[in-house]
């Protein structure tokens, strides 16, 4: 163990030799890791709110951990649609740009601050982060890092935090989910989609319906016992196979489909809303789509739901973690996903990994809803040259750029595919 700990030590160590090696030259008094205090390190920048052309690839300094955090040279970041609502400043209480986006990522322990146990300098770990996920190195506090079992690569690990434990704390924390059950879940090839169909076939004889575009079908149809179109009646293709409806619904699209969702739901049913991507419908924030989507949201009267038996719920991650201080909650479940993974009986489904320079397109991708799992930026990924038409620079006349419906044969570009 002692042996391992020290080759991991020592790889951290070259990391750090390697990629700053100018800095560390310039300012070599102090040994390599007195140098890192001066580096500078490529990050994500969102300059403001609005289009694709607000994100470019900059250099910030670099943090260091203060009391209670830990400092990870980052391998890969996970992207999710929450980061594509960030960036069109379409979230309660946006911070103020310009800022790294991202929340998860995973890499190699490099410092520990103060006060910090349990872990050691060359750890491979994911972590959750408040922002600034997507750069070459962070800083968060140690109780939202957890160590990566040895055989998950760390584009796996990026992969698995905030989809699974989302998936998780849905169905066993808040709806409940035992034996005999049947589950629809929206988005069914998305990250979160697929971690709660591997959850649910860990509890026998739960039947999940999805939602999908059908060009994912082939792909995720062993997946899930009953998919279907997107765009179909799939309240009435629900019906038909199951009169009574279905015990859970997990919604990450609103809109009409809060009460779409609603009418499902058999007796003691529970409908769990945890985002709102159909608020989403253009490259930059629209009044005009969040006030029509706000307006087909079915208005629940309390003594409805209390007569027929039904609970509404809603779950975000982000705000148990970063607001509610549940930390300590969250780690409880994420021993339960590992012991799992462990067991074989989860893994991330990643769908593609990008340069940090290919953001664009990356998010692109989501907007474009064309990923099957989860999006990856590889931070030490070169990127396509096919993408590297400066990626990481706004437009001359820094206007928005178009997204035009019909382009999406254009942007089918997916490297790295797995």
């Not at 310009?98 to 410092?111: Q, R």
């Not at 849905?170 to 989910?177: S, Y």
């Amino acid at each position: 163990m002692a042996k391992e700990g020290a080759q991991r030590a020592e790889e951290t160590e070259q990391m750090i030799e390697k990629e700053g090696g100018k800095e560390t030259a310039e300012g070599s008094a102090g040994g390599s890791l007195r140098a890192a205090d001066t580096k500078e390190m490529r990050a994500v920048v969102l300059s403001a709110f609005g289009g694709l052309n607000k994100l470019r690839v900059s250099k910030k300094a670099m943090p260091e951990p203060q009391e209670g955090e830990l400092k990870i040279r980052v391998k890969a970041c996970g992207l999710n649609f929450i980061d594509l609502m960030v960036r069109q400043g379409n979230i309660d209480n946006p911070p103020k740009t310009p800022l790294v986006p991202g929340f998860e990522c995973s890499g190699i322990v490099e410092a520990i601050g103060d006060s910090v146990k349990g872990f050691e300098i060359g750890d491979r770990v994911m972590a959750f982060v408040n922002y600034n996920a997507w750069a070459e190195v962070v800083c968060t506090p140690a109780e939202f890092v957890y160590k990566i079992p040895d055989d998950m690569s760390f584009s796996e690990a990026a992969a698995f935090p905030m989809n699974f434990v989302t998936a998780y704390m849905m169905l066993f924390e808040v709806a409940n989910l035992r034996e005999g059950m049947s589950v629809l879940v929206h988005s069914a090839g998305g990250g979160v989609g697929q971690a709660v169909a591997q959850l649910c076939s860990t509890i026998p004889n739960v039947t999940v319906f999805g939602t999908a575009s059908s060009f994912k079908h082939e792909a995720i149809k062993d997946s899930v016992t009953h998919l279907f179109d997107r765009n179909a009646d799939y309240v009435q293709e629900v019906k038909r196979i199951s009169a009574e409806g279905v015990d859970i619904v997990l919604d990450c699209l609103c809109g009409e489909n809060t009460g779409k969702g609603l009418s499902l739901l058999k007796p003691l049913g529970t409908y769990i809303l945890y985002g709102s991507s159909n608020m989403v419908t253009g490259e930059t924030k629209s009044f005009f789509s969040f006030a029509k989507s706000w307006w087909q949201v079915e208005k629940v009267n309390p003594i409805k739901l209390y007569e027929e038996n039904k609970v509404i719920a809603g779950f975000s991650l982000l705000n148990l973690l970063f607001k509610q201080n549940r930390g300590g909650l969250v780690k409880v479940v994420m021993d339960k996903l590992l012991d799992l993974y462990n067991n074989k009986k989860i893994k991330p489904v990643v769908d593609s990994l990008w340069a940090l320079e290919e953001v664009k397109e990356a998010m692109q991708r989501i907007h474009d809803r064309g990923n099957i799992g989860k999006l990856i930026l590889d931070v030490e990924k070169a990127p396509t040259p096919l993408m590297a038409n400066d990626s990481t620079e706004t437009s001359e006349a820094g206007e928005e750029e178009e997204d035009h419906e019909g382009d999406n044969e254009n942007k089918e570009r997916m490297p790295f595919i797995q």
